[in-house]
């Protein structure tokens, strides 16, 4: 199973970056994707959730209305395009799956990708 991020980098506030995830090894389609950060010296958290149909997706209220979550089921890839980027965006990225096989919940995790809002 793998999990592989891309697209991090540094931008200034008000710019704008899009993180890719490329999936192999489990059955994507049947998974909802995730993606989690984690600023320096603070927990890990939620950003965006999008359901196997890519029909249903959840934001954190700290998001909403600046980043999209969105994927390609046939090219097992999950996207987060990050537009309004401000200080407080910065952290490493996360792309996590979550599949439940009947009640029992199975995650996987990629290495993350850096993404640093600076002047």
């Known amino acids: 199973v793998q999990l592989v991020e891309s697209g991090g980098g540094s931008v200034q506030p008000g710019g704008s970056l899009n993180l890719s995830c490329t999936a192999s090894?489990?059955?994507?389609?049947?998974?909802?994707m995730r993606w989690f950060r984690q600023a320096p010296g603070k927990e890990r958290e939620l950003v965006a959730q999008?359901?196997?149909?890519?029909?249903?997706?959840r934001y954190a209220a700290s998001v909403k209305g600046r980043f999209t979550i969105s994927r390609n089921n046939v090219k097992k890839m999950v996207y987060l395009q990050m537009n309004d980027l401000k200080f407080e965006d910065t952290a490493v990225y996360y792309c996590?799956?979550?599949?439940?096989?009947?009640?029992?919940?199975?995650?996987?995790w990629g290495q993350g990708t850096q993404v640093t809002v600076s002047s």
């Open positions: 996590s799956s979550f599949t439940l096989v009947g009640s029992t919940p199975t995650v996987y």
């Open positions: 090894g489990f059955t994507f389609s049947n998974s909802e």
């Open positions: 999008i359901l196997p149909r890519g029909g249903i997706t």
